[in-house]
């Protein structure tokens, strides 16, 4: 079984702060590990994912995660927050090639504060 | 431009009256999947298919049904709607066998049921 728990449901920062949404896993194998944002009235898009190899992966608008094994997470980061950062983030976790496809958490919503 | 199209964006319906919420892709995607989103839940799989003529359960399948005869059509079916099926549905698709592939999801169809 897998699941992902994202601490905080909402998470808010100043414009030019760091921000940092927790995200940890469980799985019984190797995950892939992905976050997506949903900006108000729209679908889910691809932030950045894991899958293998170099733990750190960087993804669109400037945010990265970095996939802790011995931690069980996958927390994400941006250097400098944007206005436009403004939206509700979840992370997901598959351990399974094509079924089920993604197990997600129940998202953190940014918000961005001038 | 590759989509993931939803159709109705809302609707509010009554109890009972049965209604269909149709999805389409345009990338020939073989594996598509139907979320519904509810607060503090994330996304909750439905139903999932892998093929044309291929669907199996979600997490969350009671009272709902779906069908898979075209490869681009995965329609979500209520068969006699109630109100703990309002919601907020996402469809999605991906290429199947492709665990660490990225779902894209339509614009999501807001469901009211009084």
């Known amino acids: 079984a897998q699941s992902v728990t994202q601490l905080g449901s909402h998470v808010s920062v100043s414009e030019g702060a760091l921000v940092l949404l927790r995200c940890n896993y469980s799985?019984?194998?190797?995950?892939?590990l992905f976050w997506y944002v949903q900006y108000p009235n729209q679908g889910l898009q691809l932030l950045l994912k894991y899958t293998t190899g170099a733990t750190l992966v960087k993804g669109i608008n400037g945010f990265e995660a970095e996939f802790k094994k011995s931690e069980t997470s996958f927390h994400l980061t941006k250097p400098s927050a944007h206005m436009s950062d403004a939206a509700e983030y979840f992370c997901a976790v598959t351990q399974d090639t094509g079924r089920r496809a993604l197990t997600f958490g129940s998202g953190t919503r940014l918000q961005v504060q001038p | 431009e590759a989509q993931v199209t939803q159709n109705p964006r809302y609707l509010i319906t009554v109890t009972g009256k049965k209604l269909t919420v149709t999805c389409s892709q345009n990338?020939?995607?073989?594996?598509m999947s139907w979320y519904r989103q509810d607060p503090g839940l994330g996304l909750r799989q439905i139903y999932y298919?892998?093929?044309?003529?291929?669907?199996d359960k979600g997490d969350v399948p009671e009272g709902y049904k779906v069908s898979r005869k075209e490869k681009r059509n995965f329609p979500l079916i209520l068969e006699s709607p109630s109100p703990n099926q309002t919601s907020l549905y996402f469809c999605?698709?991906?290429?199947?066998?492709?665990?660490?592939?990225?779902?894209?999801f339509g614009e999501g169809s807001r469901l009211t049921v009084l």
């Open positions: 990338m020939n995607h073989e594996y």
């Open positions: 999605a698709s991906r290429i199947p066998g492709q665990g660490s592939g990225e779902l894209f």
């Open positions: 799985s019984s194998v190797p995950p892939y």
């Open positions: 298919s892998m093929n044309v003529e291929v669907t």
